[in-house]
Nanobody, 125 residues
Framework: QVQLVESGGGSVQAGGSLRLSCAASGYTYSSLYMAWFRQAPGKEREGVACIYTGGGTTAYADSLKGRFTISRDAAKNTMYLQMNSLKPEDTAMYYC??????????????????WGQGTQVTVFS
């Protein structure tokens, strides 16, 4: 059973930066698709970015390109999300998700079987 544990959330002033981490464990396959999603109160879950740990292929929500960067450390089975120039509208619970099935990197939540508990990001002005 894959386990995903997020960390790195917190409160930051607008314009600041945060780096989220997602540590994956409980699997033996070498590669999987991992993604970040977020959900703000009263809003639908939104895909943020995806990465394939095997080759590093990435995908981003168009609205977040340039401010957010997804990366991974395959040796540590850990995925990261570097968030810069944060805005109050980035405030949300950020979730890590993963799946093994062959697919292109995408931001469609039903494609991901495994989910973490989330880490809260709050951006204040």
């Amino acid at each position: 059973q894959v386990q995903l544990v997020e960390s790195g959330g917190g409160s930051v002033q607008a314009g600041g930066s945060l780096r989220l981490s997602c540590a994956a464990s409980g699997y033996t396959y070498s590669s999987l698709y991992m993604a970040w999603f977020r959900q703000a109160p009263g809003k639908e879950r939104e895909g943020v970015a995806c990465i394939y740990t095997g080759g590093g292929t990435t995908a981003y929500a168009d609205s977040l390109k340039g401010r957010f960067t997804i990366s991974r450390d395959a040796a540590k089975n850990t995925m990261y999300l570097q968030m810069n120039s944060l805005k109050p509208e980035d405030t949300a619970m950020y979730y890590c998700a993963a799946d093994f099935k062959p697919m292109r990197c995408n931001l469609y939540a039903p494609n991901f079987k495994y989910w973490g508990q989330g880490t809260q990001v709050t951006v204040f002005s």
